[in-house]
């Protein structure tokens, strides 16, 4: 629980400060330039670290991970990946780093965005055998007088000869739990998201019965024509993503059913799946041919209209 509290804690101040510096795009004039080879060792490493934070460049920010935490990172979201990216240098948008010096030459990474500019400014480590703790303030690049420094301590560890994150102030930097917190906190959005869908789906399946008297074969006859005018095979009533039967973390079956050769009126059902069980949803939605929709837990299988009704 301490651990989740420190979590948060620190997440919670990260974005404080994000908002504070996402509000000017202002710029101030920069301290002669130093070549980065200029900085050496975790200092040089922590430079890399920000720099292939702020350029969000996966590639490069995966070199510094340890072993353990470069294969949850993998396992990340590419939304999840960017997210933890941008807590380094608390800009939304992907930016330009460039690393300098100040007057006084203490390596400088600033991160310059369309809405905003951060600067970074990089301690002398102290290191105690395997392990180096960088000071590290953080601002906006617009506080030229020092009222908003953030100062924290970064912890590196040194891993078959590399020096690699450990800790970002007092948090641990351990992305298997940090994955499971994430996961979490993203199936909720994605549960809505898919009973959302759903109902963007029905609809654009009635609209398409009205238009061409009958149902579509698929849910790619729903979605934008590649050229020209909407038409039986395109009818432009869906965009693309959800017309491969994808949004949200979930996948999307459509069947027809309840078609006779007395004239019966063919209906349709629905039905939505986690794309990975227990980390992109729980539940499984089905929407029956009489179009109520239902909603459980069934691992990661097609649901049922047996299941309990969704409001």
């Known amino acids: ?7 948060l804690s620190t997440l919670s101040w990260l974005f404080t400060w994000h908002v504070t510096a996402q509000e000017s795009s202002s710029r101030v004039a920069e301290s002669p ?29 995966v070199r510094f991970l340890t072993a353990r935490n470069k294969e949850a990172f993998a396992r990340l979201s590419a939304g999840a990946r960017v997210a933890l990216m941008k807590r380094f240098v608390l800009l939304n948008e992907p930016g330009k780093a460039f690393a300098t010096a100040n007057a006084s030459g203490r390596p400088t990474v600033r991160c310059e965005t369309p809405a905003g500019a951060a600067e970074m400014q990089i301690g002398g480590a102290e290191l105690r055998e395997n392990l180096a703790f960088v000071p590290m303030e953080l601002r906006d690049a617009t506080d030229t007088t020092g009222t908003d420094v953030h100062r924290v301590t970064m912890g590196l560890v040194r891993e078959n000869e590399e020096w690699k994150l450990l800790s970002l102030g007092l948090l641990l930097l351990d992305l298997p739990s940090l994955e499971m917190e994430w996961d979490r906190a993203e199936i909720s959005p994605n549960e809505r998201g898919a009973i959302e869908a759903l109902k963007k789906i029905a609809k654009a399946v009635e609209a398409y019965r ?6 579509p074969e698929s849910l790619a006859n729903l979605g934008p024509p590649l050229h020209g005018a909407a038409n039986a095979q395109a009818a432009g009533l869906m965009d693309s993503d959800l017309a491969a039967g994808m949004r949200s973390g ?14 019966a009126q063919a209906k349709f ?43």
Do not use: K, W
């Open 250 to 263: 979930y996948a999307f079956r459509y069947v027809i059913v309840g078609a006779s050769s007395s004239g």
């Open 210 to 215: 009205r238009t061409y008297t009958r149902l």
């Open 269 to 311: 059902e629905l039905a939505a799946t986690p794309l990975n069980y227990g980390r992109t949803g729980l539940r499984s939605f089905f929407r029956d041919a009489s179009g109520g929709l239902h909603g459980a837990d069934r691992q990661g299988a097609v649901g049922s209209e047996m299941d309990p009704r969704v409001p």
């Open 1 to 7: 629980m301490f651990a989740r509290f420190l979590l």
């Open 33 to 61: 330039a130093t070549p980065p080879s200029a900085a050496s060792g975790p200092t040089a490493a922590l430079r890399d670290v920000l720099s292939a934070a702020c350029s969000q460049s996966q590639n490069e920010f």
